[in-house]
């Protein structure tokens, strides 16, 4: 794996420490690279209410664009799931939304990592370019 992206696993580690899981126990921490070289990062904070529940995966990246970033590399996340955690569909659309096809770097609770690109989680994905079709049509 890329130097860049051990060093982005780290920091999802470290992000993990701080997720707030008091009820699945489920502790999930991300980090995103940005083209210019910094990173994200975010953890899984749960509310009582799940659906109220923001993942790590979007912490990290609603932060980075908080912030103006624009342009994305990569994304590590990390559980201490001794599987690979894919994100959820939520993350997906807005990770492809706002960050396109980038690195999605998975890591188990062993610390064996793999990497996919976003698009092979979300195949066929609604996007920006499906709304402007629609108003293409309405216009005429």
Partial sequence: MRVQYEELIKVAQSAKRRAYAPYSKFRVGAALLTSSGQIYSGCNIEISTYALTLCAERTAIFKAVSEGEKKFKAIAVVSDDPQYIPPCG???????????????????????????????????????????????????
């Fill in 90 to 140: 939520a993350c997906r659309q807005v990770l492809m939304d706002l960050a396109g096809n980038i690195d999605f770097i998975m890591v188990n609770g062993k610390g064996a990592g793999k990497v996919v690109k976003l698009a092979k989680l979300l195949p066929y994905a609604f996007g920006k370019k499906n709304l402007l079709r629609t108003r293409k049509k309405r216009k005429s």
